[in-house]
């Protein structure tokens, strides 16, 4: 289990004159909560190494005991999860969900589907993240999910209901989770006929369905394709166990360290992704390259160096849309304006990413211009050092980081980064390995 961590109010970051050294990434977010979720499914146990151990993964083993699921953690880095075979051997539980979108979105899908007596909630925040598209879904087919709250948004109250669909519809344009939460859930549905789910409307963060669909193989169950638009999973299919699973090092989280080596100087290299992930977020190298970075790929190792200022760059985003608010901090540096395109999720996340990050680039001296789906950035001539507001966001606090390279030569006052702690949604290190390859005054 965590170890409780004490977090300062904020962290002063001093300038930082050159990064370089080797980062050993904690587990994929999205890898370690759908598999979590996929061997509790399961038949048979599944040992899972290397488990991002954070507050998201904690709310999905915390749920996942409620719910009279047994796990245990063997070492430091092997969990044991003893799957129910599809059935849920608690039938009442009052669930927290923190913030995490993937423990609370497949979650609801699963629960509905089984039957049972269930409240979801989260954190304030969690309160104003959409999930009517998926209710909607769901309860189209006869599944019997109320608002407790605000409609539209979590508390959830589910109640058994009869969901046994031969289709089903949901919108993509504000969550891929919610497509995510209803394929995860669909072969509990298609007991003894096929089932087919068709996205209404655009599907944004395509990448994450791409993994859904790979752990779903992975435990047993095939799902046919037609392009973006229907998916069907043919009937008699169940989740087995594959005995024995490993997590990826989180993709996202390796965004700050491969762009601080874009950055100022490098090479930097993280540990535990590749070139053959399957992570959509391995993508954020490809942007790092477009801005003129040098970017080599091992098979489990990524490192990128800088080539001088990087290049503006001005493109869409919607493929990866966490790793992208890295690049917004990397623009800091470069040597022009850059555009972020189709980016409207961030408005649905953590906090509201596209004000916060235009609040923020602001501070240290950027011109920036707020779009409804895009952000763009004009750095200063120097950095202003300044004080950051994090929104209770992982990725605010980790990406302006960044913000401390000195990349301009900048000396003296320290950039301060408030409410450290938010890190530990995904990356309970992150400050910790971010001095590791941080090189003061050796340039
Ligand atoms: O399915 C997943 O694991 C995720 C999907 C993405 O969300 P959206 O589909 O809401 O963009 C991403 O932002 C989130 O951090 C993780
Ligand atoms: C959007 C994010 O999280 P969640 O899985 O809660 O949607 C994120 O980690 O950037």
């Given at each position: 289990m965590t170890q409780q961590k004490h977090y300062p109010q904020h962290i002063d970051l001093e300038p930082v004159m050159h990064v370089s050294g080797s980062v050993r990434l904690p587990g994929s977010k999205s890898i370690s909560n759908r598999t979590l979720l996929l061997a509790a499914l399961s038949e048979g146990a599944t040992t899972i190494h290397d488990l991002l151990d954070s507050d998201d993964t904690q709310v999905m083993l915390a749920a996942l005991r409620s719910l009279g699921i047994e796990w245990e953690?063997?070492?430091?880095r092997t969990h044991v999860v003893r799957g129910a075979g599809g059935a849920l051997p608690v039938q009442q539980a009052d669930l927290f969900m923190g913030n995490a979108g993937t423990a609370i979105r497949p979650l609801t899908a699963a629960l509905a589907v089984i039957g049972g007596d269930y409240t979801l909630h989260g954190v304030a925040r969690m309160h104003e993240r959409p999930i009517g598209d998926l209710v909607d879904a769901l309860n189209a087919v006869g599944a019997q999910i109320e608002y407790?709250?605000?409609?539209?948004?979590?508390p959830l109250r589910i109640r058994r209901g009869e969901v046994k669909p031969d289709r089903m519809a949901v919108r993509?344009?504000?969550?891929s989770q919610f497509l995510t939460a209803l394929l995860m859930a669909a072969p509990l549905m298609a007991t003894d006929h096929a089932v087919t789910i068709e996205v209404v409307g655009e599907l944004i963060s395509k990448p994450y369905i791409e993994i859904t669909l790979n752990l779903m193989r992975r435990f047993g169950v095939t799902v046919e394709q037609d392009g973006w638009q229907s998916f069907t999973v043919q009937p008699g299919q169940r989740y087995l166990s594959p005995g024995s699973i490993h997590v990826e090092g989180d993709a996202s989280s390796a965004s700050y360290f491969l762009a601080a080596g874009a950055i100022a100087g490098g090479p930097v290299r993280v540990e535990g992704?590749?070139?053959?992930?399957?992570?959509?977020?391995?993508r954020f190298a490809d942007a790092l390259e477009q801005m003129g970075a040098t970017v080599t790929r091992g098979e489990n190792w990524i490192e990128a160096k800088s080539n001088g200022v990087l290049k503006a760059i001005d493109a869409d985003f919607n493929h990866i849309p966490d790793a992208a608010m890295t690049i917004a901090v990397a623009a800091?540096?470069?040597?022009g304006t850059s555009t972020l395109r189709n980016i409207a999720s961030w408005r649905v996340k953590e906090t509201d990413r596209l004000a916060a990050m235009a609040t923020e680039l602001r501070k240290v001296g950027a011109t920036v211009e707020e779009g409804a789906d895009y952000i763009r950035i004009t750095p200063p001539q120097q950095l202003q050092p300044a004080t950051i507001d994090?929104?209770?966001d992982h990725r605010m606090a980790m990406c302006f980081a960044?913000?401390?390279?000195?990349g301009k030569a900048r000396r003296g006052n320290a950039m301060r980064i408030n409410d450290?702690?938010?890190?530990?949604?995904?990356?309970?290190?992150y400050f910790e390995a971010f001095a590791k390859i941080a090189r003061n005054g050796v340039f």
């Open positions: 953690q063997v070492d430091e407790t709250g605000v409609p539209g948004f979590p993509g344009n504000v969550s992704v590749g070139r053959d992930s399957i992570q959509g977020d391995v800091l540096y470069a040597d994090t929104y209770d960044l913000a401390s390279l000195d450290p702690k938010c890190v530990a949604k995904t990356f309970p290190d």
